[in-house]
């Protein structure tokens, strides 16, 4: 074999000698060997039974609702809807464990109780005003 590829064909005429293929991609015809495998095999395994997807959590309506009441306050109406709704969700979700929204449910509580708190404050505040100035 004159050329220099080792996988060239002989020509007619050539004898080629012994192969020389270290891996044989489809046959040597010079040997007569066949292809050996590129890519090791595997063997063939069997999977069990795959469990099945968890069911996605719902979120508790009344804890977004308190979330929502307790931003938008609403003429002080909201923060007191929102501590109803709030205690009302904490309650579901403490019987439900499959409901979600606990931490929703507690800012609509903080947000609820830092507008009745405001509510209060702007009641005493303008109750000593109107006291004082009357009198």
């Known amino acids: 074999m004159s050329n220099t590829d080792p996988w060239a064909t002989p020509r007619s005429g050539e004898q080629s000698s012994t192969c020389q293929h270290e891996s044989f991609v489809e046959g040597c015809e010079s040997c007569d060997r066949r292809r ?23 979120t508790n309506g009344l804890a977004i609702a308190s979330l929502v009441l307790g931003i938008v306050w609403i003429y002080w109406i909201g923060s007191v809807l929102a501590i109803i709704f709030g205690h009302v969700a904490l309650g579901q979700m403490k019987r ?11 800012a609509g509580l903080v947000l609820g109780y830092i507008g009745a708190f405001f509510l209060v404050l702007v009641i005493v505040v303008s109750a000593t005003a109107s006291s004082g100035s009357g009198g």
Request: aromatic share 8%; net charge positive; charged share 15%.
């Open 36 to 58: 050996q495998a590129a890519t090791p095999s595997y063997p063939n395994v069997q999977y069990g039974p795959q469990p099945p997807y968890p069911t996605p959590r719902r």
């Open 96 to 106: 439900d464990q499959s409901q979600d929204g606990k931490g929703m449910a507690i």
